[in-house]
Protein backbone atom coordinates (compact mmCIF):
# COMPACT_ATOMS: atom_id res chain seq x y z
CA UNK A 1 0.00 0.00 0.00
CA UNK A 2 1.35 3.24 -0.98
CA UNK A 3 1.51 6.27 1.72
CA UNK A 4 -0.42 9.62 0.80
CA UNK A 5 1.04 12.60 2.48
CA UNK A 6 -0.87 15.72 1.93
CA UNK A 7 0.93 19.31 1.56
CA UNK A 8 4.61 18.36 -0.07
CA UNK A 9 4.99 22.45 -0.67
CA UNK A 10 5.51 22.51 3.31
CA UNK A 11 7.98 22.09 5.98
CA UNK A 12 6.17 19.83 8.00
CA UNK A 13 4.83 17.43 5.41
CA UNK A 14 8.59 17.39 3.86
CA UNK A 15 9.41 16.14 8.02
CA UNK A 16 7.50 13.48 6.96
CA UNK A 17 8.83 12.56 3.55
CA UNK A 18 12.43 12.41 4.92
CA UNK A 19 11.43 10.38 7.25
CA UNK A 20 10.06 7.71 4.16
CA UNK A 21 12.99 8.21 1.91
CA UNK A 22 15.00 7.40 5.14
CA UNK A 23 12.56 4.31 6.09
CA UNK A 24 12.36 3.37 2.27
CA UNK A 25 8.32 3.51 2.11
CA UNK A 26 6.64 4.00 -0.77
CA UNK A 27 4.73 7.15 -1.27
CA UNK A 28 2.69 9.51 -3.23
CA UNK A 29 1.68 13.20 -2.44
CA UNK A 30 -1.18 15.71 -2.56
CA UNK A 31 -0.95 19.21 -3.16
CA UNK A 32 -2.75 21.32 -0.39
CA UNK A 33 -2.16 25.54 -0.90
CA UNK A 34 -2.55 26.74 2.63
CA UNK A 35 -2.72 30.23 0.84
CA UNK A 36 -5.83 29.62 -0.89
CA UNK A 37 -7.44 27.59 2.11
CA UNK A 38 -7.28 24.43 0.80
CA UNK A 39 -6.65 23.46 4.39
CA UNK A 40 -10.24 24.75 5.20
CA UNK A 41 -12.14 22.93 2.85
CA UNK A 42 -14.55 20.57 4.30
CA UNK A 43 -13.06 17.73 2.79
CA UNK A 44 -9.90 18.01 3.70
CA UNK A 45 -11.07 19.14 7.83
CA UNK A 46 -12.49 15.27 7.33
CA UNK A 47 -9.11 14.05 7.51
CA UNK A 48 -7.57 16.89 9.81
CA UNK A 49 -10.77 18.91 11.57
CA UNK A 50 -7.36 21.77 12.78
CA UNK A 51 -6.54 22.01 9.65
CA UNK A 52 -2.99 21.57 9.32
CA UNK A 53 -0.38 19.65 7.16
CA UNK A 54 0.78 17.08 7.12
CA UNK A 55 -1.89 14.24 7.16
CA UNK A 56 -0.81 10.83 6.05
CA UNK A 57 -3.45 8.08 4.32
CA UNK A 58 -1.92 4.48 4.66
CA UNK A 59 -5.12 2.31 3.42
CA UNK A 60 -7.21 2.91 5.79
CA UNK A 61 -5.27 4.11 8.68
CA UNK A 62 -5.25 8.23 8.86
CA UNK A 63 -2.74 9.82 11.02
CA UNK A 64 -1.79 13.00 11.67
CA UNK A 65 0.53 15.68 13.29
CA UNK A 66 4.24 15.31 11.62
CA UNK A 67 6.22 13.60 14.54
CA UNK A 68 3.91 11.56 15.72
CA UNK A 69 3.74 10.44 11.69
CA UNK A 70 7.50 9.94 11.74
CA UNK A 71 7.75 7.96 15.10
CA UNK A 72 4.93 5.79 13.89
CA UNK A 73 6.89 5.05 10.37
CA UNK A 74 10.36 4.49 12.05
CA UNK A 75 8.53 2.20 14.69
CA UNK A 76 6.39 -0.10 11.90
CA UNK A 77 9.22 -0.67 9.30
CA UNK A 78 12.12 -0.72 12.15
CA UNK A 79 13.52 -3.61 10.40
CA UNK A 80 14.35 -1.68 6.68
CA UNK A 81 15.72 1.40 5.83
CA UNK A 82 17.96 3.70 8.13
CA UNK A 83 17.43 2.70 12.12
CA UNK A 84 16.13 6.34 13.26
CA UNK A 85 15.23 5.34 17.19
CA UNK A 86 18.39 3.95 18.45
CA UNK A 87 19.81 0.52 18.95
CA UNK A 88 19.04 0.60 22.88
CA UNK A 89 16.36 1.41 25.47
CA UNK A 90 19.13 4.88 26.31
CA UNK A 91 19.46 5.57 23.06
CA UNK A 92 15.62 5.77 22.39
CA UNK A 93 15.23 7.64 25.49
CA UNK A 94 17.83 10.11 23.98
CA UNK A 95 15.77 10.44 20.14
CA UNK A 96 12.37 11.17 22.15
CA UNK A 97 14.37 13.89 24.68
CA UNK A 98 15.93 15.80 21.40
CA UNK A 99 12.75 15.54 19.64
CA UNK A 100 10.74 16.90 22.70
CA UNK A 101 13.47 19.80 22.48
CA UNK A 102 13.38 20.39 19.02
CA UNK A 103 9.22 20.39 19.44
CA UNK A 104 8.85 22.86 22.14
CA UNK A 105 12.08 24.85 22.51
CA UNK A 106 13.30 24.95 19.13
CA UNK A 107 10.03 25.20 16.58
CA UNK A 108 8.30 28.22 18.40
CA UNK A 109 10.59 30.24 17.55
CA UNK A 110 12.02 29.24 14.06
CA UNK A 111 8.21 28.69 13.08
CA UNK A 112 7.13 32.58 14.16
CA UNK A 113 10.35 33.72 12.02
CA UNK A 114 9.01 31.65 9.35
CA UNK A 115 5.61 33.29 9.46
CA UNK A 116 6.66 36.57 9.47
CA UNK A 117 9.29 36.56 7.01
CA UNK A 118 7.92 34.16 4.42
CA UNK A 119 4.42 34.29 4.56
CA UNK A 120 3.22 37.39 6.38
CA UNK A 121 3.47 39.30 2.97
CA UNK A 122 1.50 36.62 0.80
CA UNK A 123 -1.20 36.58 3.41
CA UNK A 124 -1.65 40.04 3.50
CA UNK A 125 0.02 41.01 6.84
CA UNK A 126 2.86 43.53 7.80
CA UNK A 127 5.99 42.22 9.30
CA UNK A 128 6.09 42.27 12.96
CA UNK A 129 9.96 42.89 13.50
CA UNK A 130 10.09 43.22 17.54
CA UNK A 131 8.46 39.14 16.93
CA UNK A 132 11.10 38.89 14.61
CA UNK A 133 13.87 39.65 16.65
CA UNK A 134 12.04 38.46 19.84
CA UNK A 135 12.23 35.10 18.15
CA UNK A 136 15.48 35.11 16.67
CA UNK A 137 17.05 35.93 20.33
CA UNK A 138 14.82 32.59 21.69
CA UNK A 139 16.20 30.73 18.75
CA UNK A 140 20.01 31.44 19.34
CA UNK A 141 19.50 30.92 22.90
CA UNK A 142 18.35 27.27 21.57
CA UNK A 143 21.18 26.97 19.32
CA UNK A 144 24.10 27.60 21.86
CA UNK A 145 22.46 24.64 23.69
CA UNK A 146 23.01 22.73 20.97
CA UNK A 147 26.28 23.64 20.39
CA UNK A 148 27.52 22.09 23.78
CA UNK A 149 25.31 18.88 22.81
CA UNK A 150 27.20 18.97 19.60
CA UNK A 151 30.48 19.58 21.05
CA UNK A 152 30.21 15.82 23.11
CA UNK A 153 28.43 14.18 20.25
CA UNK A 154 28.02 14.25 16.59
CA UNK A 155 23.98 14.17 16.51
CA UNK A 156 21.93 15.31 19.25
CA UNK A 157 21.09 11.54 20.51
CA UNK A 158 25.07 10.39 20.20
CA UNK A 159 26.52 9.41 17.24
CA UNK A 160 23.66 8.10 15.05
CA UNK A 161 21.50 9.82 12.73
CA UNK A 162 18.33 9.69 14.04
CA UNK A 163 14.59 11.37 14.33
CA UNK A 164 15.81 14.34 16.34
CA UNK A 165 18.21 15.38 13.83
CA UNK A 166 15.83 14.51 11.07
CA UNK A 167 12.81 16.51 12.40
CA UNK A 168 14.96 19.89 12.23
CA UNK A 169 15.70 19.86 8.55
CA UNK A 170 12.57 21.40 6.96
CA UNK A 171 12.64 24.55 9.40
CA UNK A 172 16.15 25.09 9.27
CA UNK A 173 16.11 24.39 5.58
CA UNK A 174 14.12 27.88 5.52
CA UNK A 175 16.60 29.51 8.17
CA UNK A 176 19.46 29.36 6.32
CA UNK A 177 17.57 29.49 2.76
CA UNK A 178 14.77 32.63 2.09
CA UNK A 179 14.96 33.91 5.52
CA UNK A 180 18.77 34.56 4.64
CA UNK A 181 19.87 33.76 8.60
CA UNK A 182 22.49 31.14 7.50
CA UNK A 183 24.69 32.83 10.04
CA UNK A 184 22.68 31.93 13.08
CA UNK A 185 24.10 28.25 12.37
CA UNK A 186 27.45 29.16 10.58
CA UNK A 187 28.71 31.02 13.52
CA UNK A 188 28.35 28.21 15.86
CA UNK A 189 31.01 25.74 14.96
CA UNK A 190 29.24 22.15 16.07
CA UNK A 191 26.15 22.97 14.63
CA UNK A 192 27.36 24.24 11.79
CA UNK A 193 28.95 20.69 10.76
CA UNK A 194 26.10 18.83 12.50
CA UNK A 195 23.83 21.01 9.91
CA UNK A 196 26.39 20.34 6.96
CA UNK A 197 26.33 16.43 7.36
CA UNK A 198 22.39 16.65 7.88
CA UNK A 199 21.97 18.55 5.33
CA UNK A 200 23.81 17.04 2.90
CA UNK A 201 22.34 13.21 3.37
CA UNK A 202 20.76 11.55 0.50
CA UNK A 203 16.93 11.63 1.41
CA UNK A 204 17.03 15.64 1.62
CA UNK A 205 18.19 16.11 -0.96
CA UNK A 206 15.71 13.91 -2.58
CA UNK A 207 13.24 15.87 -1.04
CA UNK A 208 14.45 19.12 -2.13
CA UNK A 209 14.66 18.44 -5.65
CA UNK A 210 10.68 16.89 -5.62
CA UNK A 211 9.49 19.80 -3.76
Known amino acids: MVVKVYGPAYASPKR ?38 PVIQDGDFTLYESRAIIRYYAEKYRSQGTELLGKTIEERGLVEQWLEVEAHNYHPPIYEMTV ?24 GKVLDVYEGRLSKSKYLAGDFFSLADLSHLPFTQYLVGPMEKEYMIRDRKHVSAWWDDISNRPSWKKVLELY
Open 16 to 53: VIVCLIEKQIEFETAPVDLIKGENRNPEYLKLQPFGAL
Open 116 to 139: QLLFASKLGLSVDEKLVKKSEEKL
